[in-house]
């Protein structure tokens, strides 16, 4: 099966808003719509940091890559935010397509590296992603990476800046 992968325009972003919508529902993670997400993405894939991969016509699958400068690269790393296929057009090749075109994305850019995160107990994910040569252990170390994060409060308009 030939699976197409374009990259995604400004003019996509509602494709991949509802596709990144389903994906959140589909894992009871907080989505906070359609709307809302179209907007986002039509203002971050207008710039140079983001860039989304749709699969399939019409689209069934999509990747969201983040670029960042890096102390450690000389190009950008790459940070895979998102992959996803929808539930019945899944195991056909679409996810490694995407992958594949995201790494082609990140070496056109000049990167070196691609991060994904991914939940502990997403048995399926961590299987993909390894029998596509990634690892969560750094060469050398026993123990497996850890990702950590923290949604940070807004600021307190009454505290001082500074």
Sequence with gaps: MVVTVDVAGVGDAGTVAVLLDAFN??????????????????????????????????????A??????????????????ELYVAPPRRNRGIGSALLDAAEAVVRGRGGQLLEINVDG?????????????????????????????????????LQPKG
């Design 25 to 62: 529902r589909e894992f009871d993670s907080p989505t906070p719509g359609p709307e809302v997400l179209t907007a986002r993405l039509a203002r971050l894939l207008a710039g140079p940091d983001m860039v989304a991969l749709l699969a399939g016509d019409p689209p069934v699958g999509f």
């Design 64 to 81: 969201l890559i983040t670029l960042r400068p890096n102390a450690f690269y000389d190009g950008p790393v790459g940070l895979l935010d």
């Design 121 to 157: 107990q997403d048995t399926d994910a961590r299987r993909f992603y390894e029998r596509h040569g990634y690892t969560d252990t750094e060469p050398g170390q026993p123990e497996p990476s850890y990702y950590y994060y923290r949604e940070l409060p807004p600021p307190n308009p």
